[in-house]
């Protein structure tokens, strides 16, 4: 049996680092220790959290709840021909070092998502992305365990339903179950992905003549460490909002006001918005009170600087909502998860 602590700290589980007491802590390393938490029917009244890297989330009030550390390891090759190559990786492996594995054998396909924080077990969640990929790119499928009846069962790319950092994990199938591993489908011939124009530039101020899959993960990890905080030294948990998707129609109007908007078109015909921007013109950037505030290289990124509770940051996200609402007249999303 796997020990049950109560009335843990988990702040040192959470990239935000603030103050959090959980009635309930477990942590599984494989599929016998989850079932047997799951089995364990007075457990699994209370109120289920599933902690991966903790780099998503945010806690305003302590959770009255059992917190389930997934620390499920292990990398394999499954399948593999001249071209291609299926890889499985446990939910708790973290989710760089699986990306230096790739790169390090050479397997094109994630090396754009170098440096995200968080496990591999929550990238399939909500589809991270970043410079022009997103793990529905790569993704082949995945396994997870059924928390209701502790059975497992195979997820297809489909049946994930990607979308912007969206996926039925978040939406239908919400709470239902546990992802435990996923396989990814990389290329051994690779096809590069630098459409991104930072990866572009700073290939080129490193003078890289020949695209390695080494080359985009190093670029990568110059423009994210120049622009993101670190959380093993400030805390915060990415992005706090998503772009919004706005109408062509509202677009042209505000387009018309703030012509320097920074913008991406969709296929849809929608346009996608720069919150960064939008934050960042209303004076947010760089905004610091007590020991929380705005990152001053992005200001998607909200900080805890030390000693600040989740319920403060929290609010401060409730004033930038607010401010976007009235000068923009666009509701800005959480990415981050609420608790
Ligand atoms: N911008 C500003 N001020 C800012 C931030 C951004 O003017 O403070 C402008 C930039 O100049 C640029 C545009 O906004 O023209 C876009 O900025 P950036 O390239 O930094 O990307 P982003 O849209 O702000 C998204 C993801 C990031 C991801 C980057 C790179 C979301 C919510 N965020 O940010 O993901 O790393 O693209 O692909 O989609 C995360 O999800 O945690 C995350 C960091």
Redesign the pocket.
């Known amino acids: 049996m796997i020990a049950i602590e109560k009335n843990k700290s988990i702040k040192k589980y959470t990239t935000f680092g603030v103050p959090v007491l959980t009635k309930y802590f477990a942590q599984f390393s494989d599929l016998e220790e989850l079932k047997s938490v799951l089995s364990d029917k007075k457990l699994m009244k209370e109120e289920l959290l599933i902690l991966g890297g903790g780099s998503n989330l945010l806690f305003t009030k302590n959770f009255e709840g059992l917190v389930l550390k997934n620390n499920i390891k292990g990398i394999s090759i499954e399948e593999e021909n001249d071209s291609e190559v299926l890889i499985r990786s446990g939910a708790g492996e973290n989710w760089h070092d699986f990306v230096m594995y790739c790169v390090d054998n050479d397997f094109a396909g994630v090396e754009n998502l170098s440096l995200i924080p968080g496990n591999v077990g929550a990238s399939p969640m909500q589809n ?4 022009g990929v997103e793990i529905k790119d790569v993704f082949h499928s995945l396994e997870a365990i059924e928390i209701k009846t502790g059975k497992l069962r195979i997820f297809n790319k489909e049946e994930c339903n990607f979308g912007y ?1 969206e996926s039925v994990f978040k939406n239908s199938q919400k709470n239902e179950f546990i992802i435990t591993s996923v396989v990814f489908k990389l290329y051994k011939t690779p096809t590069f992905n630098v459409s ?1 124009g ?1 990866i572009g530039s700073e290939l080129k101020k490193m003078k890289v003549e020949n695209i390695t899959i080494k080359a985009i993960s190093d670029a990568v990890i110059n423009i ?1 460490q120049r ?2 905080p670190d959380p093993k030294k400030i805390g915060n948990a ?2 706090f ?3 919004p998707v706005i109408s062509a129609e509202q677009f042209e109007d505000l387009k018309l006001r703030f012509p320097q908007m ?1 913008y991406y078109k969709l296929p849809s015909g929608e346009m996608k918005i ?4 939008l ?2 013109y209303l004076g947010w ?1 760089g905004t610091r009170k007590g020991d929380y505030g705005v990152h001053k290289n ?3 990124v909200l900080v805890n600087y030390g000693e600040s509770e989740g319920k403060d940051i929290y609010d401060l996200s409730s004033l930038i909502m607010k401010s976007v609402l009235k000068n923009f007249q666009i509701t800005l999303e959480r ?1 981050v998860n609420i608790f």
């Not at 991270?128 to 410079?131: F, R, T």
């Not at 720069?274 to 921007?277: D, E, K, L």
Request: proline share 0%; aromatic share 14%.
């Open positions: 991270i992305g970043a410079y950092r991104y930072a994210r622009k993101l990415g992005s909002f998503k772009n920074s720069a919150a960064g921007w934050i960042d950037k992005q200001a998607l990415e």
